[in-house]
Every structure is written in C-alpha cells, then in structure tokens.
C-alpha cells in the first residue's frame, strides 16, 4: 500500500486549511468544507495567484515525494 503525499493550501473561500494530494498539483479542486473552487498550488513554490508552469509542477512534485520518501525511510529504521 502506498502513502499519499499532501501539501497544505489554504482555501481562497472560507480561508480553511487544506491537505491536497501532490497529484492535484496544477489542477482544479473543490473545498471540501465550502465547495469554493481553486487551483491546486502549493505555496512553498509560488504564491497562489502565481500560475505555475508543468514543469515547475513537475519539479515541486518530485521533491514532495523524495522527501515523503526520506522522511519514511528514518521512520522504519
């Protein structure tokens, strides 16, 4: 079984902080809490206004799950 990885947004609507999966980068999504609509951007990268490029997506992607994956490594040692 694989562990999702998830960055924190903040939604633009109700202001409620948001665990997105890394795979939603880029991408649309709804709030789970008042169905506002925003784009999946992880801040650390951008601000949020800020659109983003696949590549850069890509890049942010990758080192959200190498980083999942150090910090599950010292875990199970």
Do not use: W
Not at 37 to 52: F, G
Not at 55 to 77: C, G, I, V
């Amino acid at each position: 079984m694989s562990k999702s990885t998830y960055f924190v947004q903040e939604c633009p609507t109700c202001g409620r902080t948001l665990e997105i999966r890394v795979e939603y980068l880029g991408k649309r999504v709804a709030c789970r809490h008042c169905r506002g609509e925003l784009v999946a951007s992880d801040p650390a990268v951008a601000p949020a206004s800020a659109s983003l490029t696949s590549s850069a997506l890509l890049r942010r992607a990758n080192e959200l799950l190498e980083l999942s994956a150090q910090r599950s490594a010292t875990t199970q040692s």
